[in-house]
């Protein structure tokens, strides 16, 4: 048994993810809430990118 890093649960089997510089194991619940952050940030970069104009004016 391993206890997660994020939630502290303890399973059988943890995930390495790398979150920013470090790595941090978690289990398949957080795994799955980390993707979608993940996803939701780079959606939100992305929506940054178009509002800051890349068609100009
Ligand atoms: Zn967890």
Same mark, same amino acid.
């Given at each position: ?9 303890? &399973?059988?089997? @943890? %995930?390495? &993810?790398? &979150? ?5 194991? #978690?289990?398949?619940?957080? @795994?799955? @809430? ?6 939701? *940030? *780079?959606?939100?970069? +992305? *929506?940054?990118?178009? #509002? #800051?104009? %890349?068609? +100009?004016?």
């Amino acid at each position: 048994m391993a206890e997660c890093q994020k939630c502290g649960e303890e &399973v059988e089997e @943890l %995930y390495r &993810v790398k &979150v920013g510089t470090r790595r941090v194991q #978690m289990c398949e619940d957080c @795994l799955e @809430l980390h993707k979608e952050e993940q996803a939701i *940030a *780079a959606e939100a970069e +992305g *929506a940054m990118q178009d #509002m #800051m104009g %890349y068609k +100009g004016r």
